[in-house]
C-alpha cells in the first residue's frame, strides 16, 4: 500500500516555525481523526508527539502543535530548536484496521 | 514504567527461518494491542501488522500479508514476529509497538531488533 505523501526535508533557523504536510485519502487520513505523528532521531525508535490529529501526550512540548484539513494533516514545530532535527512520520489509521505511515520528512536545524 | 524490550540482533542467510521477540512490562500485556513496523536500511517506517493477544486477533498490511507471522505467549507477556524463508529484502530495522484498545496511536516503542539477510 502506498506512503501517505510528506515533503522530504525542510528546515529552519532556530526560533523559526516549520510546517510538514501529510496527505492521503478519504480512506485513511480523510476519513477519520487518528493521525499520530512520530519523532525519529537517528539510530533511535519512533517517539510518539500526536495522536488524534492534535492531541499531545503529557512531556511532549507545547512547540509541537498539529491539524487535519481534508485528506492533509500537518505538523508545526514552533521556536526550532537543534534537538528537534529529526525525521518525522504521520501515520494514519486505514480502513480496514490496518495503519499507513507518511513517506517521513527530515527538518534539519540550519 | 511501561516498557517494550525486543530481542537482539540477528544475521541470517536468505531461506533460513527467524522469529524475533517483543516483550511487555509495566502493564497489562493482553489489554494492549501490539504492532510491527519495518524500517529498511536509510529509508522510512512502514506498517506491517497488529496484533490483539487477548485473542489473537491479527490485521496484516496487505504489503506484509503471506510474508510474516505473529503470535504471542501471554503467560511471559511477550510477542513474536515471524519469517518462515527470509529473503535479502527483510534485511531492516523492525519495531514492536502497542496501542490501548479504542486508541488509534502507538506508544511506546521498543528499541528495535535489527534483522540483517545475506544472500
Known amino acids: 500500500q502506498s506512503a501517505l505523501t510528506q515533503p522530504a526535508s525542510v528546515s529552519g533557523s532556530p526560533g523559526q516555525s516549520v510546517t510538514i504536510s501529510c496527505t492521503g485519502t478519504s480512506s485513511d487520513v480523510g476519513g477519520y481523526y487518528f493521525v499520530s505523528w512520530y519523532q525519529q532521531h537517528p539510530g533511535k525508535a519512533p517517539k510518539l508527539l500526536i495522536y488524534d490529529v492534535f492531541n499531545r501526550p503529557s512531556g511532549v512540548s507545547n512547540r509541537f502543535s498539529a491539524s487535519k484539513s481534508g485528506n492533509t494533516a500537518s505538523l508545526t514545530i514552533s521556536g526550532l530548536q537543534a534537538d528537534d532535527a529529526a525525521d518525522y512520520y504521520c501515520?494514519?489509521?486505514?480502513?480496514?484496521?490496518?495503519?499507513?505511515f507518511g513517506s517521513g520528512t527530515k527538518v534539519s536545524v540550519l | 514504567e511501561v516498557h517494550l524490550v525486543q530481542s537482539g540482533a540477528e544475521v541470517k542467510k536468505a531461506g533460513e527461518s527467524l522469529t524475533i521477540s517483543c516483550k511487555g512490562s509495566g502493564y497489562s500485556f493482553t489489554n494492549y494491542w501490539i504492532g510491527w513496523g519495518r524500517q529498511m536500511p536509510g529509508k522510512g517506517l512502514e506498517w506491517m501488522v497488529i496484533?490483539?493477544?487477548?485473542?489473537?486477533?491479527?490485521i496484516y498490511s496487505p504489503s506484509f500479508e503471506g510474508q510474516v507471522t505473529v503470535s504471542a505467549d501471554n503467560s511471559i507477556s511477550t510477542a513474536y514476529l515471524h519469517w518462515a524463508s527470509l529473503k535479502a529484502s527483510d534485511t531492516g530495522m523492525y519495531y514492536c509497538a502497542r496501542a490501548r484498545d479504542g486508541d488509534f496511536w502507538f506508544d511506546p516503542w521498543g528499541q528495535g531488533t535489527l534483522v540483517t539477510v545475506s544472500s
Open positions: 496484533m490483539w493477544p487477548m485473542n489473537f486477533q491479527v
Open positions: 501515520n494514519s489509521y486505514k480502513r480496514g484496521g490496518t495503519y499507513v
